[in-house]
Protein backbone atom coordinates (compact mmCIF):
# COMPACT_ATOMS: atom_id res chain seq x y z
CA UNK A 1 0.00 0.00 0.00
CA UNK A 2 1.57 3.45 -0.97
CA UNK A 3 2.54 5.82 2.44
CA UNK A 4 1.32 9.14 1.84
CA UNK A 5 -2.21 10.53 1.20
CA UNK A 6 -0.78 12.40 -1.90
CA UNK A 7 2.13 11.58 -4.77
CA UNK A 8 3.93 15.13 -4.80
CA UNK A 9 7.17 13.41 -6.18
CA UNK A 10 9.33 10.20 -6.76
CA UNK A 11 12.05 11.77 -4.16
CA UNK A 12 9.59 11.15 -1.49
CA UNK A 13 8.58 8.23 -2.79
CA UNK A 14 10.21 4.20 -1.96
CA UNK A 15 10.91 1.54 -4.48
CA UNK A 16 8.15 -0.38 -3.43
CA UNK A 17 5.75 1.96 -3.64
CA UNK A 18 6.92 2.55 -7.52
CA UNK A 19 6.86 -1.47 -8.00
CA UNK A 20 3.22 -1.41 -6.60
CA UNK A 21 2.40 1.40 -8.78
CA UNK A 22 4.08 -0.44 -11.95
CA UNK A 23 2.70 -3.51 -11.38
CA UNK A 24 -0.74 -2.21 -10.96
CA UNK A 25 -0.82 -0.11 -13.70
CA UNK A 26 -0.18 -4.00 -15.69
CA UNK A 27 -3.94 -4.80 -15.34
CA UNK A 28 -4.82 -1.44 -16.20
CA UNK A 29 -3.12 -1.42 -19.51
CA UNK A 30 -4.77 -4.84 -20.18
CA UNK A 31 -7.83 -3.03 -19.19
CA UNK A 32 -6.77 -0.42 -21.72
CA UNK A 33 -6.05 -2.58 -24.55
CA UNK A 34 -9.30 -4.66 -24.27
CA UNK A 35 -8.26 -7.55 -22.45
CA UNK A 36 -9.86 -7.24 -18.92
CA UNK A 37 -12.67 -5.13 -18.04
CA UNK A 38 -13.38 -5.56 -14.82
CA UNK A 39 -11.75 -2.51 -13.47
CA UNK A 40 -14.15 0.39 -14.45
CA UNK A 41 -16.20 0.31 -10.68
CA UNK A 42 -13.11 0.72 -8.60
CA UNK A 43 -13.33 4.68 -8.15
CA UNK A 44 -17.50 4.49 -8.43
CA UNK A 45 -18.62 7.35 -6.35
CA UNK A 46 -15.05 8.96 -6.25
CA UNK A 47 -14.61 12.37 -7.50
CA UNK A 48 -10.91 13.76 -9.39
CA UNK A 49 -10.43 17.41 -9.71
CA UNK A 50 -7.59 18.24 -12.68
CA UNK A 51 -6.74 21.83 -11.64
CA UNK A 52 -3.79 22.74 -13.79
CA UNK A 53 -2.46 25.94 -14.20
CA UNK A 54 -0.12 25.65 -16.89
CA UNK A 55 -0.92 23.76 -20.91
CA UNK A 56 -1.08 20.55 -21.27
CA UNK A 57 -2.80 18.41 -23.62
CA UNK A 58 -1.44 14.20 -22.48
CA UNK A 59 -1.40 14.77 -19.06
CA UNK A 60 -4.72 16.80 -18.10
CA UNK A 61 -6.55 14.38 -20.67
CA UNK A 62 -4.58 11.48 -19.04
CA UNK A 63 -5.56 12.30 -15.86
CA UNK A 64 -9.29 12.72 -16.52
CA UNK A 65 -9.44 9.25 -19.06
CA UNK A 66 -7.82 7.83 -16.14
CA UNK A 67 -10.58 8.65 -13.35
CA UNK A 68 -13.31 8.18 -16.01
CA UNK A 69 -12.06 4.56 -16.46
CA UNK A 70 -12.11 3.53 -13.30
CA UNK A 71 -16.01 4.92 -13.06
CA UNK A 72 -15.16 8.22 -10.68
CA UNK A 73 -16.75 11.63 -11.28
CA UNK A 74 -14.82 14.01 -12.90
CA UNK A 75 -14.55 17.56 -12.97
CA UNK A 76 -11.87 19.79 -15.39
CA UNK A 77 -11.11 23.63 -13.44
CA UNK A 78 -9.49 25.81 -16.01
CA UNK A 79 -7.68 28.33 -14.34
CA UNK A 80 -8.42 30.69 -17.01
CA UNK A 81 -12.03 30.86 -16.34
CA UNK A 82 -11.93 30.15 -12.20
CA UNK A 83 -11.74 32.09 -9.79
CA UNK A 84 -7.79 31.97 -9.69
CA UNK A 85 -8.45 34.99 -12.39
CA UNK A 86 -10.45 36.67 -9.55
CA UNK A 87 -7.16 36.28 -7.61
CA UNK A 88 -8.37 33.57 -5.58
CA UNK A 89 -5.27 32.11 -3.79
CA UNK A 90 -4.29 28.12 -4.29
CA UNK A 91 -5.24 27.34 -0.49
CA UNK A 92 -8.39 29.16 -0.42
CA UNK A 93 -9.32 27.14 -4.26
CA UNK A 94 -7.91 23.88 -2.63
CA UNK A 95 -9.96 24.74 0.38
CA UNK A 96 -13.40 25.55 -1.93
CA UNK A 97 -12.79 22.31 -3.55
CA UNK A 98 -12.01 20.16 -0.13
CA UNK A 99 -15.54 21.57 1.28
CA UNK A 100 -17.25 20.05 -2.21
CA UNK A 101 -16.08 16.72 -1.05
CA UNK A 102 -13.53 15.75 -3.42
CA UNK A 103 -11.09 12.91 -3.29
CA UNK A 104 -8.22 13.66 -5.51
CA UNK A 105 -6.53 16.76 -7.11
CA UNK A 106 -4.60 16.54 -9.85
CA UNK A 107 -2.61 19.70 -10.23
CA UNK A 108 0.17 21.36 -12.61
CA UNK A 109 1.69 24.82 -11.66
CA UNK A 110 4.33 26.69 -12.52
CA UNK A 111 5.82 27.34 -9.23
CA UNK A 112 7.64 24.47 -7.77
CA UNK A 113 6.34 23.62 -4.00
CA UNK A 114 2.94 24.31 -5.08
CA UNK A 115 1.71 20.95 -4.73
CA UNK A 116 3.05 20.38 -1.17
CA UNK A 117 1.28 23.47 -0.21
CA UNK A 118 -1.98 22.39 -1.79
CA UNK A 119 -1.40 18.80 -0.01
CA UNK A 120 -0.72 20.87 3.35
CA UNK A 121 -3.94 22.24 3.32
CA UNK A 122 -6.72 19.57 1.97
CA UNK A 123 -8.25 16.62 3.12
CA UNK A 124 -7.93 15.36 -0.63
CA UNK A 125 -5.17 13.31 -1.95
CA UNK A 126 -2.92 15.52 -4.45
CA UNK A 127 -1.16 13.98 -7.40
CA UNK A 128 1.47 16.03 -8.96
CA UNK A 129 1.06 16.77 -12.68
CA UNK A 130 4.42 18.95 -12.75
CA UNK A 131 5.39 21.53 -10.54
CA UNK A 132 7.68 24.42 -12.23
CA UNK A 133 11.22 22.64 -12.52
CA UNK A 134 10.91 20.44 -9.78
CA UNK A 135 8.98 17.10 -10.15
CA UNK A 136 6.85 15.27 -12.72
CA UNK A 137 6.16 11.85 -11.10
CA UNK A 138 3.43 10.40 -13.13
CA UNK A 139 5.31 11.00 -16.29
CA UNK A 140 8.77 9.35 -14.53
CA UNK A 141 6.42 6.46 -13.62
CA UNK A 142 5.24 6.06 -17.05
CA UNK A 143 8.40 6.56 -18.46
CA UNK A 144 9.50 3.41 -16.41
CA UNK A 145 6.49 1.68 -16.85
CA UNK A 146 7.38 1.31 -20.60
CA UNK A 147 10.66 0.88 -20.63
CA UNK A 148 9.83 -2.28 -17.93
CA UNK A 149 7.80 -3.64 -20.38
CA UNK A 150 9.85 -3.08 -22.97
CA UNK A 151 13.33 -4.89 -21.14
CA UNK A 152 11.74 -6.58 -18.61
CA UNK A 153 13.58 -4.88 -15.84
CA UNK A 154 14.97 -1.79 -14.54
CA UNK A 155 17.20 -3.00 -12.78
CA UNK A 156 20.80 -2.75 -14.25
CA UNK A 157 19.89 -1.02 -17.42
CA UNK A 158 21.40 2.21 -18.49
CA UNK A 159 18.99 5.53 -19.42
CA UNK A 160 20.53 8.29 -21.65
CA UNK A 161 18.47 11.54 -21.06
CA UNK A 162 19.45 14.14 -23.69
CA UNK A 163 18.81 17.85 -23.96
CA UNK A 164 17.28 20.54 -21.19
CA UNK A 165 18.17 18.70 -18.23
CA UNK A 166 18.37 22.21 -15.79
CA UNK A 167 14.38 23.06 -17.32
CA UNK A 168 13.07 19.50 -16.97
CA UNK A 169 11.29 18.11 -14.27
CA UNK A 170 10.97 14.91 -15.77
CA UNK A 171 15.23 14.92 -15.87
CA UNK A 172 14.60 15.53 -12.06
CA UNK A 173 11.62 12.39 -11.60
CA UNK A 174 13.50 10.23 -13.70
CA UNK A 175 16.87 10.45 -12.16
CA UNK A 176 15.10 9.84 -8.83
CA UNK A 177 12.26 7.16 -10.14
CA UNK A 178 15.44 5.36 -12.22
CA UNK A 179 18.20 5.12 -9.71
CA UNK A 180 15.80 3.93 -6.79
CA UNK A 181 14.85 0.91 -8.93
CA UNK A 182 18.82 -0.06 -9.60
CA UNK A 183 18.99 1.53 -12.91
CA UNK A 184 21.63 4.12 -14.18
CA UNK A 185 20.91 7.69 -15.39
CA UNK A 186 23.22 9.61 -17.77
CA UNK A 187 22.49 12.72 -18.61
CA UNK A 188 23.79 15.28 -21.36
CA UNK A 189 22.76 18.44 -22.92
CA UNK A 190 24.27 22.09 -23.40
CA UNK A 191 26.39 23.60 -20.33
CA UNK A 192 23.91 26.12 -19.80
CA UNK A 193 21.30 23.56 -19.65
CA UNK A 194 22.94 21.40 -17.02
CA UNK A 195 21.80 22.06 -13.44
CA UNK A 196 24.51 22.31 -10.16
CA UNK A 197 24.21 18.98 -8.38
CA UNK A 198 22.23 16.41 -10.19
CA UNK A 199 25.09 13.85 -9.54
CA UNK A 200 24.78 14.23 -5.83
CA UNK A 201 20.93 12.88 -6.61
CA UNK A 202 22.21 9.61 -8.83
CA UNK A 203 22.72 11.11 -11.79
CA UNK A 204 26.01 10.53 -14.48
CA UNK A 205 26.60 13.59 -16.12
CA UNK A 206 28.29 12.67 -19.65
CA UNK A 207 31.07 15.17 -21.16
CA UNK A 208 30.13 14.04 -24.60
CA UNK A 209 26.74 13.08 -26.41
CA UNK A 210 28.54 10.17 -27.14
CA UNK A 211 29.94 8.99 -23.96
CA UNK A 212 25.86 9.58 -22.82
CA UNK A 213 24.86 7.20 -25.05
CA UNK A 214 27.43 4.63 -25.04
CA UNK A 215 25.93 1.39 -23.95
CA UNK A 216 22.38 2.97 -23.30
CA UNK A 217 19.16 0.46 -23.23
CA UNK A 218 17.09 3.94 -23.54
CA UNK A 219 17.34 6.95 -24.75
CA UNK A 220 15.17 9.60 -23.74
CA UNK A 221 15.27 13.23 -25.51
CA UNK A 222 13.48 16.57 -23.77
CA UNK A 223 11.78 19.24 -25.24
CA UNK A 224 14.33 22.51 -24.77
CA UNK A 225 11.89 24.43 -22.11
CA UNK A 226 11.47 27.81 -23.88
CA UNK A 227 9.17 29.11 -21.45
CA UNK A 228 11.36 28.43 -18.13
CA UNK A 229 14.26 30.16 -19.67
CA UNK A 230 15.60 33.48 -20.44
CA UNK A 231 16.56 32.96 -23.73
CA UNK A 232 20.37 33.00 -25.17
CA UNK A 233 21.26 29.62 -23.73
CA UNK A 234 22.19 27.90 -27.31
CA UNK A 235 23.14 29.68 -29.95
CA UNK A 236 20.34 28.49 -32.75
CA UNK A 237 17.93 25.54 -32.88
CA UNK A 238 19.86 24.28 -35.99
CA UNK A 239 22.96 23.80 -33.97
CA UNK A 240 20.99 22.16 -30.72
CA UNK A 241 19.75 19.88 -33.42
CA UNK A 242 23.25 19.05 -34.54
CA UNK A 243 24.95 19.11 -31.29
CA UNK A 244 22.67 17.93 -28.61
CA UNK A 245 20.13 15.93 -30.44
CA UNK A 246 19.07 12.36 -30.89
CA UNK A 247 19.73 11.20 -34.72
CA UNK A 248 20.77 7.98 -36.20
CA UNK A 249 24.39 8.51 -36.11
CA UNK A 250 24.52 9.48 -32.30
CA UNK A 251 22.17 6.45 -31.75
CA UNK A 252 24.89 3.71 -33.37
CA UNK A 253 26.61 4.41 -29.82
CA UNK A 254 23.48 2.87 -28.03
CA UNK A 255 22.74 -0.72 -27.78
CA UNK A 256 20.99 -2.10 -31.23
CA UNK A 257 18.15 -2.72 -29.23
CA UNK A 258 17.97 0.47 -27.39
CA UNK A 259 14.29 1.78 -27.33
CA UNK A 260 13.49 5.83 -27.94
CA UNK A 261 11.69 7.78 -25.10
CA UNK A 262 10.07 11.27 -25.27
CA UNK A 263 7.62 12.58 -22.79
CA UNK A 264 5.92 14.84 -25.70
CA UNK A 265 4.94 17.34 -26.77
CA UNK A 266 7.89 16.53 -29.05
CA UNK A 267 9.98 19.85 -31.24
CA UNK A 268 10.48 17.11 -34.48
CA UNK A 269 14.18 18.01 -35.99
CA UNK A 270 14.81 19.56 -32.93
CA UNK A 271 15.40 17.22 -29.74
CA UNK A 272 14.94 14.21 -31.92
CA UNK A 273 15.06 13.78 -36.08
CA UNK A 274 11.69 12.65 -37.55
CA UNK A 275 13.24 9.49 -38.71
CA UNK A 276 14.13 8.90 -34.62
CA UNK A 277 10.72 9.74 -33.63
CA UNK A 278 8.38 7.52 -36.29
CA UNK A 279 11.54 4.60 -36.16
CA UNK A 280 11.18 1.01 -34.77
CA UNK A 281 12.30 2.01 -31.77
CA UNK A 282 10.46 4.83 -30.63
CA UNK A 283 7.85 3.94 -28.27
CA UNK A 284 6.99 7.86 -27.97
CA UNK A 285 2.79 6.59 -28.43
CA UNK A 286 3.03 3.95 -26.12
CA UNK A 287 4.39 5.91 -23.14
CA UNK A 288 0.88 7.34 -23.39
CA UNK A 289 -1.26 4.68 -23.52
CA UNK A 290 1.16 3.76 -20.45
CA UNK A 291 0.34 7.18 -18.66
CA UNK A 292 -2.93 6.38 -18.94
CA UNK A 293 -2.70 2.78 -17.48
CA UNK A 294 -0.31 4.22 -14.44
CA UNK A 295 -2.15 6.94 -13.59
CA UNK A 296 -4.99 4.37 -13.27
CA UNK A 297 -2.91 2.65 -10.85
CA UNK A 298 -2.13 5.62 -9.19
CA UNK A 299 -5.88 6.86 -8.42
CA UNK A 300 -6.77 3.23 -7.30
CA UNK A 301 -3.83 2.89 -4.97
CA UNK A 302 -4.69 6.38 -3.26
CA UNK A 303 -8.04 5.46 -3.28
CA UNK A 304 -7.04 2.51 -0.90
CA UNK A 305 -4.75 4.52 1.09
CA UNK A 306 -7.93 7.06 1.38
CA UNK A 307 -10.27 4.01 2.37
CA UNK A 308 -7.31 2.15 4.95
CA UNK A 309 -6.24 5.28 6.60
CA UNK A 310 -8.65 8.03 6.36
C1 LIG B 1 6.37 17.39 -19.93
C2 LIG B 1 6.02 18.46 -18.92
O1 LIG B 1 4.99 19.11 -18.99
O2 LIG B 1 6.83 18.63 -18.02
N1 LIG B 1 5.33 16.97 -20.76
C3 LIG B 1 4.34 16.15 -20.36
O3 LIG B 1 3.92 16.14 -19.24
N2 LIG B 1 3.85 15.32 -21.29
C4 LIG B 1 7.55 17.77 -20.71
C5 LIG B 1 7.45 18.99 -21.59
O4 LIG B 1 6.52 19.76 -21.54
O5 LIG B 1 8.39 19.17 -22.35
Known sequence: MLRHKDLLGLQYTEPEEIQEILDGAEGCFDFLCGRDPKHREDLKGRTLVTLFYENSTRTRTSFELAGKYLGANEVNISTASSSVQKGESLID?????????????????????????????????????????????????????????????LEGLKVAILG??????????????????????????????????????????????????????????????????????FPSLGEYAKFYGVNGDALKYAKPDAIILHPGPVNRGVELTPQVIDGESSLINRQVTGGLAVRMSVLKLLAEYRACSM
Request: proline share 4%.
Open 93 to 153: TGKTLDSMKIDFIAIRHPMAGAPKLLADHVNASVINGGDGMHEHPTQALLDMFTLRRAKGK
Open 164 to 233: DIKHSRVALSNTFGLTKMGASVSVYGPDTMMPAGLERLGARIARSREECLEGADAVMGLRIQLERMGGGL
